[in-house]
Every structure is written in structure tokens, then in C-alpha cells.
């Protein structure tokens, strides 16, 4: 009779150590679905999160805050799905350090932005400029799609201002213009180190008159 309960409490015990099981895996994929402005902007409270566009966004015409700084970067994914961003205003066009950092994200770390597109961005920066990620480090950055015009003084790119730091840049492409009024422009990125580019196309007029402007990056610098 002993026998008999305890295998039946064993049945009843397993079926619930499965259920939590199922139900940690399951939190360990989940994802945050955004599909509005605010919800975009909600990035900034949780920066190790998992994001993935619902649908297209169009933002309004409010100067955007960089998501992530230098302390706290964005260190989490964000899947666009295939869906757009359009309408990205950033940059006061300030000519100091104020202005510095400006895109989407200002700074990321072992973060994941793929398969999304920018379209009709305006970012006006100083240092560190770009309409995806202003510094990028250990990032991966894939299957992305930009259009608009980036200004700035020094490392101004489309993609990235900076990739840094074995960060990967693949199968982007870029029609923006990248229009550094002196230093480090480049169609993907401004400047880089020891980091990965491949299958990057850019169509964008690329300018930095001092020195470094190049199709893909402005410069690299893997002692930088």
C-alpha cells in the first residue's frame, strides 16, 4: 500500500517540474512586440531586452533621444522583422560635444540589430554620428536598410559612427549621405577596429574634406 502511494505522488510530482521547465525556457525566448513610438522609446527602460517589430513606424518630428550611453548601453536584440523606422530626427547639429553620439542607439555592447530599415533619417551630430548605432562595440549589425543624410565633424557613418571591437556589420545597405565636415566619413561606418564587414553596399555620397572618407568606413584603426 506504501509502494502504491508514493509512485503516485512521483506522477503527480513530475508533470509539474516539466510545466516549470517549459515555462522557464519559454521566458528565456520571449520577446517585447513593438509596434508604436512609445513602445520604441520604452527601449530605454529595459537595455538587455528582446524587441521585434510588429509593424511599420513613422516617428513624429521630435528631436529622438539616443537609446544607451556610455555607462548603460543597449545590450539587447532588436529584429525589424523586415519592417521600417521612417522618420528618425536626431542632432541639434550643435557644433561641440553636446552633439555627440547621435542615432537611434547612442551606444551598444554585444548587441543584435537586424532586419530592419531607417528610412528618411536626419541626424545632425557632431562626433560619433550615424542613423543606426553612434558606437558600436561587439555588436552584430545585419540585414539593415538606410536612407537619409547624416552630418557631423569627425566619424560619421550611416550604419555605425563607430564599430568597434570585433562588432560585424553584414548584408547592409545604405543610400544615405554621410557628410563629415572634417574627419572619418564612410558609407557603413566612420571609423572602425578590429571589426568584421561583409557584403555591405553603399550608394550615398560620402564627404570628409581634411581626411578619411571612404565607401564603407573612413578609416581603420585596429591600434585605435
Not at 52 to 77: K, R
Not at 122 to 137: C, H, L, M, W
Not at 204 to 219: C, H, S
Amino acid at each position: 500500500m506504501n509502494r502504491r502511494i508514493y509512485k503516485l505522488r512521483i506522477m503527480h510530482r513530475m508533470p509539474l517540474a516539466l510545466a516549470t521547465a517549459l515555462l522557464t525556457s519559454v521566458s528565456a525566448f520571449a520577446q517585447t512586440e513593438i509596434r508604436t513610438e512609445a513602445q520604441l522609446k520604452a527601449i530605454a527602460n529595459d537595455l538587455n531586452g528582446k524587441y521585434v517589430l510588429t509593424q511599420n513606424i513613422t516617428l513624429s518630428d521630435a528631436e529622438w533621444t539616443p537609446i544607451g550611453t556610455s555607462d548603460h548601453p543597449f545590450t539587447g536584440t532588436l529584429d525589424g522583422k523586415g519592417f521600417t523606422i521612417k522618420g528618425l530626427t536626431v542632432g541639434d547639429g550643435a557644433k561641440d560635444d553636446s552633439n555627440n553620439n547621435k542615432a537611434f542607439f547612442g551606444f551598444t555592447n554585444g548587441a543584435k540589430v537586424q532586419n530592419i530599415a531607417f528610412t528618411s533619417a536626419v541626424v545632425k551630430g557632431y562626433e560619433q554620428a550615424a542613423i543606426v548605432v553612434a558606437q558600436a562595440t561587439s555588436s552584430t549589425l545585419s540585414n539593415i536598410y538606410v536612407s537619409g543624410v547624416v552630418t557631423g565633424r569627425d566619424h560619421v557613418g550611416t550604419i555605425a559612427g563607430d564599430a568597434r571591437d570585433n562588432t560585424t556589420i553584414t548584408n547592409c545597405v545604405s543610400t544615405a549621405a554621410a557628410l563629415s565636415a572634417e574627419h572619418q566619413g564612410g558609407g557603413i561606418a566612420g571609423w572602425t577596429n578590429n571589426s568584421t564587414f561583409s557584403y555591405n553596399i553603399a550608394y550615398g555620397v560620402v564627404t570628409a574634406p581634411i581626411n578619411g572618407a571612404g565607401g564603407i568606413t573612413g578609416m581603420v584603426d585596429n591600434n585605435g
